[in-house]
Nanobody, 124 residues
Framework: VQLQASGGGLVQAGGSLRLSCVAS????????MAWFRQAPGKEREFVAV????????NYGDSVKGRFTISRDNAKSTVWLQMNTLKPEDTAVYYC??????????????????WGQGTLVTVSS
């Protein structure tokens, strides 16, 4: 599975962005899909995950209530809608795919495919 993330850019605090992750090479319907982010000098941080069917979603505490993850398996696409952005949301955002979905979804080691990342910059 090849993952291509896009949609990043520069936005003012309080604004919105929608990230997309398009998969190719194999259907994503058998994978849980997640977004992680990594700010300069920091470890990669879990942002959101969605189960195979889309029936279950979980979010990192710092984005809960502001970000929404969704997917369309027919389009092999996962989205991350980001609202009320804050300067601390500035990071490179990565999409990732895992054959599992469970209590370990926050662990980067559970994901077998990664996109190349898209940069989100939020100005104050």
């Amino acid at each position: 599975v090849q993952l291509q993330a896009s949609g990043g850019g520069l936005v003012q605090a309080g604004g919105s962005l929608r990230l997309s992750c398009v998969a190719s090479g194999r259907t994503i319907s058998m994978y849980s899909m997640a977004w992680f982010r990594q700010a300069p000098g920091k470890e990669r941080e879990f942002v959101a995950v969605i189960s195979w069917s889309g029936g279950s979603r979980n979010y990192g505490d710092s984005v809960k209530g502001r970000f929404t993850i969704s997917r369309d398996n027919a389009k092999s696409t996962v989205w991350l809608q980001m609202n009320t952005l804050k300067p601390e949301d500035t990071a490179v955002y990565y999409c990732a795919a895992s054959p599992d979905y469970g209590p370990t979804y926050r662990q980067t080691s559970k994901y077998v495919y990664w996109g190349q990342g898209t940069l989100v910059t939020v100005s104050s």
